[in-house]
């Protein structure tokens, strides 16, 4: 019997990349899943991929900044198992630019993917989690701890994560809810692909990993379903980094 048997656990960005890796993990142990992204074509296999390792699965296109989808997708997942166990946002953008050149647009953009879709996934599920006793895990980044070049938007809304995170495991803890974030770097995926930008200065960027070398988003699998066991419980208001060594 896998760890998280009888487990419904919510997750965003489950298309691709950590995100799928986490689905497909928790899958394999067990629990059944409640899947969102915008990729829906990706979605979908994923979806496919949890249902035939024997994991009740449910999938849903589903944008974490827009209020009312999550507000629905979260209602939706209540009624459809009764309960949430544990909620686990991945979901997230990051666009690539000069500082002095990052657009308004581009700016708000990525706070309201990043640092507003995850404050409305924990506020819808918060209520619900309270009645299990269960735990939220937000992916944050190395970024959130230390600058990196050309990602302003991005650096402020994982250090909001950050934030977010430290703030509700304090408010919800003593009411049995457990809150904790990781702090990946240097994980393959999509968004590590070097960025289209012109003239970057390569060592600034390099400076983020100096391993020389990715992993890949299994890692970060498995740390985010220790998370989220009981053995787990007393970690709490935590930032876990998961990135070689890079911040050492
Ligand atoms: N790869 C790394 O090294 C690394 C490092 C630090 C943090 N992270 C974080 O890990 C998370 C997953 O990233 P990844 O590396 O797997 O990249 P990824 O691009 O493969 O995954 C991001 C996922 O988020 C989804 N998404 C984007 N906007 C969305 C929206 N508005 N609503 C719902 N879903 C949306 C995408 O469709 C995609 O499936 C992100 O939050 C990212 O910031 C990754």
């Known amino acids: 019997m896998g760890q998280h048997q009888g487990k419904t656990i919510f997750i965003t960005g489950a298309s691709t990349g950590i995100g799928r890796a986490t689905a497909l993990r928790l899958a394999t142990e067990g629990a059944s899943l409640f899947l969102t992204d915008i990729a829906k074509d990706e979605l979908e296999k994923t979806r496919e991929k949890c249902q035939s390792l ?3 699965t449910i999938s ?3 944008d974490v900044s827009n209020e009312k989808q999550i507000s629905e997708a979260i209602s939706s997942m ?7 166990n544990a909620v686990i946002n991945i979901a997230g953008i990051q666009l690539w630019s000069h500082s002095h050149e990052h657009s308004l647009a581009d700016f708000e953009k990525t706070l309201s993917v990043n640092l ?8 819808e599920a918060i209520p619900h989690l309270l009645k299990t006793s269960g735990s939220i895990v937000n992916v944050s980044s190395t970024t959130a701890l230390a600058g990196i070049p050309y990602s302003v938007a991005y650096a402020a809304s994982k250090a909001g994560v950050l934030a977010l995170t430290k703030s509700l495991a304090v408010e919800y803890g003593g009411k049995g809810l457990q809150v904790n974030c990781i702090n990946p770097g240097g994980i393959k995926t999509e968004m590590t692909k070097m960025p289209e930008i012109e003239d970057p200065n390569l060592k600034l ?3 983020q990993s100096p391993l020389n070398k990715y992993s890949e988003p299994e890692s970060v699998a498995g740390l985010i379903s220790y998370l989220i066991t ?3 419980q007393h970690v709490n208001g935590e930032s876990i980094r998961i990135d070689g060594g890079a911040l050492a």
């Open 78 to 84: 209540a009624k459809r198992f009764d309960e949430i």
């Open 205 to 207: 960027l390099l400076r």
């Open 60 to 62: 849903l296109e589903c």
């Open 54 to 56: 024997g994991s009740e």
């Open 116 to 123: 507003t879709g995850t404050f409305l996934v924990c506020r």
């Open 230 to 232: 009981e053995e787990a």
